[in-house]
């Protein structure tokens, strides 16, 4: 919690020109996280790797990471769209 009120002060203190690029900068991470994610989540799915511990894919998502299936196949849905060949963790260049 101490860094994050850190970064809020150091951000209050930002001008038009430092915090445009600091959102632009966090932007781009968050989209490449969003692709990872995505990734991470269609190879959990795709080889079953959830039947280690749970009878099904929604019952990981639920109790694991705290979202349904409808919230995964979005992630899963942007990885195929935006990642470099449609299933990869790197952003594809034309995004």
Partial sequence: MEAFDKMSVAIRGLGFVDLDREIKRTMRRSAKDVIQIG???????????????????????????????????????????????GNSMEIAAKY
């Fill in 39 to 85: 990734y991470m989540l269609k190879q959990m799915r795709d080889k079953k790797l959830w039947e280690v511990q749970y009878s099904c894919l929604d019952e990981y998502l639920t109790q694991e990471l705290g979202i349904d299936y409808t919230a995964a196949s979005r992630f899963m849905n942007l990885n195929s769209k935006y990642s470099l060949h």
